[in-house]
């Protein structure tokens, strides 16, 4: 359930942040980011300054290519939530949010693969405790009562959905209570995943010293992470990937007249939000940063090397 669900909460919570809060995030994405990734590695400095001057590059790259094809998607889930939401109109989304996916991914991979074949072997054993006390953490959390994550999980939607209609009817309440009973909390097979995928991905790093095949693997595995599905969480994944589409169905047949009217708002401020965003682009792309100290060949090109290595991975 955490991938399908995931998904459906993080629509749901950027939705809910908008205007201001929205743009303070955004603009300040090149420090956000690498204060983040130094919870799992701690980079060095020349890692650091990298990751910060990338991430101008992303974020302009963002702007100027990403932005307003997000303004056309939301734009279109507003003008068909107009008269109800059908499968086909949800289905489109969702395809559409999962390119838009591929395409960031595709973006940010090369210098992903940059920073892991730039570390060291006690950078990635941190990393690898650090993997393994998400794992723990998330078995720990997951495997409470049944009828704890029950509670917390129907507390959880129905706050994340008062955010954007305002307050629930009770008959929405008692819809998604009632749905809390089907809802799968499958920590154990999750992360049984997760450590299979891990454990191959450590086994790629191992093999570094080759850049770009690592790149090109590390590529493929991040685009295809269901390879690595066991069978058990292979058919978790299918139920709940029906499971949320027919909830989110259930939820807009319940909508009232205002609610529905805030919903179609809020999927208008976040395009006119992200309008604001693109408009902020700078007129000149930020030089291209490298990792210059690096005991890599030639690691300053890799991005335009793996750019240009094989075919895409999102379309394989």
Known sequence: MKRSRALWM?????????????????????????????????????????????????????????????????????????????????????????????????????????????????????????????????????????????????????????????????????????????AQFEAPAYVAFQRNWQRDFLRALAKRDDPIAFAER??????????WFTDEYREIEKRDDEFYRALALEVDRLLTAEQRRKLMDWFLKLAGTLSELAADAKDQAPAVACIVEAPLEDICSLHMRVASAGDNPSAR
């Open 218 to 227: 590390f590529a493929y595995m991040a685009h295809h992470y269901e390879e």
């Open 10 to 182: 993080a629509i749901l919570a950027v939705l809910t942040l908008q205007g201001c809060g929205m743009k303070l995030v955004y603009n300040n994405l090149d420090r956000i980011v690498p204060w983040y990734v130094d919870s799992y590695i701690d980079l060095t400095p020349e890692q650091r300054r990298y990751l910060k001057l990338r991430m101008k590059e992303h974020l302009y790259w963002h702007r100027t290519t990403q932005l307003m094809a997000y303004v056309s998607t939301l734009e279109g889930v507003a003008n068909a939530m107009q008269d109800g939401l059908e499968r086909e109109e949800l289905e489109g989304l969702i395809g559409a949010v999962k390119v838009h996916r591929n395409q960031l991914l595709d973006q940010i991979m090369p210098t992903a693969s940059v920073l892991f074949a730039s570390s060291s072997d006690a950078q990635l054993l941190q990393f690898a405790i650090r993997l393994d006390e998400e794992n723990e953490e998330y078995l720990e959390k997951g495997t409470r009562d049944r009828a704890k994550l029950e509670a917390e999980w129907s507390k959880d939607v129905q706050k994340s959905l008062k955010g954007l209609v305002g307050r629930l009817t009770p008959a929405q309440k008692l819809l998604i209570d009632e749905r809390s009973h089907a």
